[in-house]
């Protein structure tokens, strides 16, 4: 079973794998993009106390 392909159906195939690729990265570049802690309406010192609060819980959760 042999098939035969004209040039141009073989570089748009190309072009259509290589726009894949493209749209596969940019997806995986927005998945793993970090996700903003701070909230303009809280207070930085407010977000300073809960962060030192959650350090002192995860100390204390932590195995000797």
């Known amino acids: 079973m042999k098939e035969q392909y004209s040039i141009n159906e073989i570089l748009n195939a ?3 794998l ?8 940019i997806d995986t ?19 300073r106390l809960i962060e ?3 350090k002192t819980i995860r100390s204390k959760l932590q195995p000797e």
């Open 14 to 16: 190309i072009d259509d």
């Open 18 to 25: 290589q726009n894949l690729k493209k749209e596969k990265k």
């Open 29 to 47: 570049i927005t998945i793993n993009k970090p996700i903003s802690r701070k909230k303009p309406d809280i207070p930085s010192d407010t977000l």
């Open 52 to 54: 030192e609060a959650e």
